[in-house]
């Protein structure tokens, strides 16, 4: 039959190569981890590597760089996009946030922002408030691009506008570099205020 040729560990696999796995994805998680090191060899085989953080429960994938005495060329997995100012911005403020998380203490099991807290780490970057409406509308499509790239997970609590921030992030975003991104963007948002005040 066509299905004994199919991997017992093809649902982790074809996740893998959809974007990240979370630990709350749990049987995707489990058929990972009950499986990892054949889910490594078949990746290693195409010139891939896996990534898994238990600890933190998120898994990707990443392709490896050959040196190019190795002569080996492949095409690449994906393409690079880049990231707006505003989402790159707030991927960095929530990165630091939970940085903040990790080494406070906090009681909370999971690092969860509301949709306040992120408009109000956002604003301190723009100065000028003269439409708020419209200003909150533009916050909201860069919170809904940052959930699109799997740094947000929104939580289903009634009457509230809660988001959960996902671990992954740290692999994104190193926390020795953090400071220094944030500097930059910091000098960005100033650049574009004088600009305007002229």
């Not at 100033?190 to 002229?198: G, L, N, P, V």
């Amino acid at each position: 039959m066509e299905t004994d040729k199919i991997l017992k560990y093809a649902p982790a696999i074809i996740r893998l190569l959809q974007g990240a796995i979370h630990y709350d994805d749990k049987d995707i998680w489990e058929n990972l981890l009950s499986n990892q090191t054949s889910i490594e060899e078949y990746f290693e085989k195409i010139g891939i590597r896996v990534i898994i953080n238990e600890n933190d429960g998120y898994a990707f994938i990443e392709q490896k760089r050959f040196e190019e005495e190795n002569n080996i060329n492949l095409p690449r997995l994906t393409r690079k996009i880049p990231l707006s100012y505003d989402v790159t911005l707030l991927c960095v403020l929530l990165r630091e946030k939970l940085l903040q998380y990790d080494t406070g203490g906090s009681y909370s099991l999971r690092p969860i922002v509301t949709k306040e807290d992120i408009y109000e780490l956002l604003l301190q970057f723009f100065k000028e408030r003269t439409d708020e409406k419209k200003q909150r509308r533009k916050f909201d499509t860069v919170i809904n691009k940052v959930i699109e790239l799997g740094f947000l997970r929104p939580l289903e609590n009634p009457g509230k506008e809660e988001y959960e921030i996902r671990a992954i992030i740290k692999a994104i975003i190193k926390a020795e570099k953090l400071n220094e991104i944030k500097q930059r963007l910091q000098k960005h948002a100033e650049d574009i205020h004088a600009e305007k005040s002229i």
